[in-house]
């Protein structure tokens, strides 16, 4: 297995990083996941280009050009044919004497590897969803490698054989533990707006676009918890997730059976088919 590391692709057990790198000690760092298809990396220019607005968000100097330019000579390095695959990225602070303040001149600590990874046409699965207290920061915009509110209210779910924890925040839905959740109710799609609460994902930027497309009324708006049990459909969208209908959330059953609500289905359908395009730049 290989990864590359700071301008190397090594084999995995040969790449190292210091104890004192501030990925490591205080979660100092930005991570972006993204999906090489059959006909290219699933917008890239969008996953890029979101790396390097969260490392500016940050502060952390590095020009994401660099390892974008690393991308195919590691994807050749693994004799992947054409076998799609999952491409993880992260760049942290460096390496420095443990202090909180941002060290000056410290080079950052750029990371990246790919898995096989396959996604199926249409995410056919019909999630089972708890809900989740969002005890998270008021920073949840900003792709931090500190996860642990993320793990754990996906945990949460882990134990409960759920199938993903969606998160309330002051009696609002903000997203999920790794996903972002959206609503239909009278035809009409809802979604979290776009603001410190959520992380904007590229899937939901795919979504928003393909409701225009196909004429959907969107409306970036929050939708409060005790609303649930009022919405017609509900369905996550991520980078690995696609868009997943929702069967069940916290109390509330939309499908009994394998059912997929008409908005959620026509959705996906439409998802389907970018995928067949071009999408990387
Ligand atoms: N919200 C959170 C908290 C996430 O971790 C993710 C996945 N990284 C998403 C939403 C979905 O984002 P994307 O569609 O870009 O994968």
Same mark, same amino acid.
């Given at each position: 297995?290989? =990864?590359? #590391?700071?301008g ?9 990083i !210091?104890v004192?790198?501030? *990925? ?8 972006e996941?993204?999906v090489?298809?059959g006909?290219?990396i699933f ?23 660099h390892l974008?330019a690393?991308i195919?000579?590691?994807l050749?390095?693994?004799?992947l ?7 993880y ?14 060290p000056?001149?410290?080079?950052a600590?750029v990371?990246?590897y790919?898995l096989p990874?396959?996604?199926p046409?249409?995410n056919?699965?019909n999630m089972? =969803?708890i #809900? ?11 792709? !931090?490698i500190?996860?642990? *509110? ?21 009696g ?7 996903t972002n959740?959206?609503?239909i109710?009278?035809?009409?799609v809802?979604?979290?707006?776009a ?5 904007d994902g590229?899937?939901?930027?795919i ?7 196909l ?5 970036e708006?929050a939708?409060?918890a005790?609303?649930?049990s009022?919405?017609?459909?509900a369905?996550?969208?991520?980078t ?14 939309f ?10 289905l026509?959705l996906q ?11 990387s730049?």
């Open positions: 297995e290989k =990864v590359f #590391l700071n190397t692709i090594y084999s995995s057990n040969d790449a190292h !210091s004192f790198d501030r *990925g490591f000690l205080f979660g100092d760092g930005i991570y996941v993204m090489q298809l006909n290219g917008y890239k220019k969008a996953h890029l280009d979101r790396l390097q607005e969260n490392l500016d968000k940050i502060n952390i100097p590095y020009d994401v050009s974008e690393q195919n000579p590691l050749d390095s693994y004799n044919g054409d076998k799609t695959c999952l491409i990225m992260q760049v942290t602070r460096g390496v420095a004497p443990r202090k909180h303040a941002y000056k001149d410290v080079p600590t990371m990246m790919a990874f396959s996604l046409h249409i056919t699965k089972q =969803v #809900l989740q207290p969002d005890f998270r920061w008021h920073r949840c915009d900003i792709k !931090s500190s996860l642990l *509110g993320n793990i754990m209210t996906n945990e949460a779910a882990m134990t409960q054989n759920a199938d993903e924890a969606v998160l309330v925040r002051d609002i839905i903000t997203e999920g533990s790794h959740i959206f609503f109710k009278d035809e009409k809802y979604t979290h707006p603001n410190e609460h959520i992380l590229i899937t939901r930027k979504v928003l676009e393909l409701c225009r497309d004429e959907i009324t969107v409306m708006k939708i409060p005790d609303k649930i009022s919405m017609d459909e369905f996550l969208t991520g690995t997730t696609q868009i997943a209908s929702i069967s069940k959330l916290g109390e509330h059953v499908h009994t059976s394998g059912a997929i609500g008409p908005i959620t026509k359908e439409a998802f389907a088919k970018l995928k067949g395009l071009d999408s730049t």
